[in-house]
């Protein structure tokens, strides 16, 4: 089994900076890809960043040039620093993890997610 788990989630104004981290623990042979999803009350859940293992990256228009998501493969965690916050973030923010348990068994795992709250 694999556990993801997040940290980092709070109450931030409009253009105020969180630094969001994930950490992959358990059963990992290797992990593929990384990356954040949000989802906002009443809307789909919708791709925030992802990262591969190269250290490639993609963003959702809505939050380039403000987030940056990053990678620390030694210990299986990726981050988000996110700027500029607009209230139109606000949402409950998911990690997730391409992860090889052995050498050709694969699986999208889940964090439990975490509140990022941007209001004054």
């Known amino acids: 089994q694999v556990q993801l788990v997040e940290s980092g989630g709070g109450l931030v104004p409009p253009g105020g900076s969180l630094t969001l981290s994930c950490t992959a623990t358990?059963?990992?042979?290797?992990?593929?890809?990384m990356g954040w999803y949000r989802q906002a009350p009443g809307k789909q859940r919708e791709l925030v960043a992802t990262?591969?293992?190269?250290?490639?990256?993609n963003y959702a228009d809505s939050v380039k040039g403000r987030f940056t998501i990053s990678r620390d493969n030694a210990k299986n965690a990726v981050y988000l620093q996110m700027n500029s916050l607009k209230p139109e973030d606000t949402a409950v923010y998911s990690c997730s993890g391409d992860v090889y348990s052995t050498v050709k068994d694969w699986n999208r795992y889940w964090g439990q997610g975490t509140q990022v709250t941007v209001s004054s």
């Open positions: 990262t591969n293992a190269g250290g490639a990256t």
């Open positions: 358990g059963s990992i042979f290797r992990i593929i890809a």
